[in-house]
């Protein structure tokens, strides 16, 4: 009988409560979220440890997020926000009407994580996916 076989019919005497502790052990071990629509985790769990470890890739690009700027500090994440995005001061305001938008995209880790900063520095909310 494959290993694959051997795992299905071990999972067929579980209990829901067996099987509620099961999911959340993949997910810590695999770093996982169960609860994607995707259904990876479930495939992820069939997969013996090395190659699953294989199968999640690291991102190397990210995205920074700016979620929302308080009235009070408009000015002061304006001017982060032109110097990051290199748009003109009459742009500024227009560009960020509305909002969340991707601010700059395609970056390293490095890169987002200090633009983040300096936003957050002036006041605005940010986020990096």
């Known amino acids: 009988m494959s290993a694959v076989n051997e795992i ?3 999972l067929k005497t579980l209990s829901l409560l067996e099987a509620s502790e099961l999911v959340s052990q993949i997910e810590e071990t695999f770093g996982v979220d169960a609860s994607a629509p995707a ?3 479930v495939m992820m769990a069939a997969m013996p440890a090395g190659e699953a470890a294989a199968a ?6 990210f995205d ?5 700027i308080p009235a009070d500090k408009k000015v002061a994440v304006y001017k982060v926000v032109r ?16 909002l969340p938008k991707a ?13 983040k900063q300096q936003l957050e520095e002036a006041g605005a909310k940010v986020k990096i996916a």
């Open 83 to 98: 110097s990051i995005a290199n748009i003109a001061v009459n742009q500024v305001k227009e560009y960020t009407a509305t």
């Open 103 to 115: 601010l700059k995209e395609g970056l390293s880790k490095e890169e987002a994580e200090a633009a």
């Open 56 to 61: 999640v890739e690291e991102k190397t690009t």
């Open 39 to 41: 259904g990876g985790a």
């Open 8 to 10: 299905i019919e071990k």
């Open 64 to 68: 920074v997020i700016l979620e929302d």
